[in-house]
């Protein structure tokens, strides 16, 4: 049984003018993962990296308000230098599994690709995510956070209740 | 916004009938038997979806003793997109970070390049 939910993924994507493997160890090297990952102001303030099957990455970063968010990826597939499949979730000092601050029903656990792919001289990065293992009421979190994610903030509500209709339709 | 009452709108979210009730309240302000028709369920039924609605705070209702219409009420669905929304500029804004840094180490080894 595929233990992914059948929803659609959460895709962002962005090419880099960059080539290929410099792109691939921003994101396999702990001490390149502190110069760029997190927001505009965050800090890394823990950058730990395992990266092998099994292994994972276990971070924390200090945001410019103060706050201290701990993150954790646990690996499944690393294929150097074009993929790398994870399963990514919010964490403590301790890298246990947590829910997220803010959102109790968001899902725990998300699976995430990352993928890299040569174009001419640049690189095209993708994320993709999808709730692993979601309850009803994590599936729906993941839902209604969806459609605003991919849709953007114009009229958002219009089209979230669009969305939400055919959500009803498909059930 | 307390993490709480964000649980209480995505509950209330989390089943189609309602969902359903609200994509249709989009359209503009309903009574109880006129948004019981498309679903094939009782007033009674509609008007137990509709108390979870409004008790989450995502309809309001009429006072008009016989004719209460509930209207879709934007504030909570606002507040679940801008939460999902800061979700989105994590990364966005680490992704801008990165090109930065690829910038940077890229012209760093130009530099060095040159002056061997």
Same mark, same amino acid.
């Given at each position: 049984m595929d233990e992914r939910n059948n929803l659609q993924e959460f895709v962002i994507t962005r090419v880099f003018d960059a080539p290929r493997d410099l792109v691939w160890k921003a994101f396999t090297e702990p001490q390149r993962m502190k110069? +760029?990952? %997190? =927001?505009? %102001?965050? @800090?890394?303030i823990k950058s730990e990296m395992d &990266?092998? =099957?099994g292994g994972s990455y276990h971070y924390a970063m200090r945001t410019p308000d103060g706050a201290t968010i701990w993150g954790k990826f646990v690996y499944r597939e690393i294929t150097p230098p074009s993929q790398i499949v994870f399963v990514s979730s919010f964490s403590d000092e301790a890298g246990g599994v947590t829910r997220h601050p803010m959102a109790p @029903? +968001? =899902? &725990?656990?998300m699976l995430s690709i990352f993928s890299f792919e040569e174009e001419g001289e640049k690189t095209r990065f993708t994320v993709r995510w999808s709730p692993l293992n979601a309850t009803e009421e994590e599936q729906v979190t993941f839902a209604a956070g969806h459609a605003s994610m991919q849709q953007g903030w114009g009229g958002t509500l219009d089209k979230l209740a669009a969305y939400l209709a055919k959500a009803a339709q498909a059930a | 916004m307390s993490p709480d009452r964000l649980s209480t709108t995505f509950a209330a979210l989390a089943d189609p009938t309602r969902r359903a009730i609200l994509a249709r309240l989009a359209l503009g302000e309903t009574s109880v038997s006129e948004l019981a028709k498309p679903f094939d369920m009782s007033a009674p039924a509609v008007s137990k979806h509709l108390k979870v609605l409004e008790r989450a705070g995502l309809i309001a209702r009429g006072r008009e003793a016989q004719w209460r219409p509930a209207r879709l009420e934007a504030g909570p669905l606002k507040d679940v997109a801008k939460w999902v929304e800061r979700y989105r500029r994590f990364w966005e804004e680490s992704l801008d970070r990165l090109d930065d840094y690829l910038r940077k180490i890229q012209a760093r080894e130009k530099k060095r390049g040159r002056k061997k």
């Amino acid at each position: 049984m595929d233990e992914r939910n059948n929803l659609q993924e959460f895709v962002i994507t962005r090419v880099f003018d960059a080539p290929r493997d410099l792109v691939w160890k921003a994101f396999t090297e702990p001490q390149r993962m502190k110069e +760029w990952w %997190g =927001p505009k %102001g965050a @800090t890394v303030i823990k950058s730990e990296m395992d &990266l092998r =099957p099994g292994g994972s990455y276990h971070y924390a970063m200090r945001t410019p308000d103060g706050a201290t968010i701990w993150g954790k990826f646990v690996y499944r597939e690393i294929t150097p230098p074009s993929q790398i499949v994870f399963v990514s979730s919010f964490s403590d000092e301790a890298g246990g599994v947590t829910r997220h601050p803010m959102a109790p @029903t +968001w =899902p &725990l656990q998300m699976l995430s690709i990352f993928s890299f792919e040569e174009e001419g001289e640049k690189t095209r990065f993708t994320v993709r995510w999808s709730p692993l293992n979601a309850t009803e009421e994590e599936q729906v979190t993941f839902a209604a956070g969806h459609a605003s994610m991919q849709q953007g903030w114009g009229g958002t509500l219009d089209k979230l209740a669009a969305y939400l209709a055919k959500a009803a339709q498909a059930a | 916004m307390s993490p709480d009452r964000l649980s209480t709108t995505f509950a209330a979210l989390a089943d189609p009938t309602r969902r359903a009730i609200l994509a249709r309240l989009a359209l503009g302000e309903t009574s109880v038997s006129e948004l019981a028709k498309p679903f094939d369920m009782s007033a009674p039924a509609v008007s137990k979806h509709l108390k979870v609605l409004e008790r989450a705070g995502l309809i309001a209702r009429g006072r008009e003793a016989q004719w209460r219409p509930a209207r879709l009420e934007a504030g909570p669905l606002k507040d679940v997109a801008k939460w999902v929304e800061r979700y989105r500029r994590f990364w966005e804004e680490s992704l801008d970070r990165l090109d930065d840094y690829l910038r940077k180490i890229q012209a760093r080894e130009k530099k060095r390049g040159r002056k061997k």
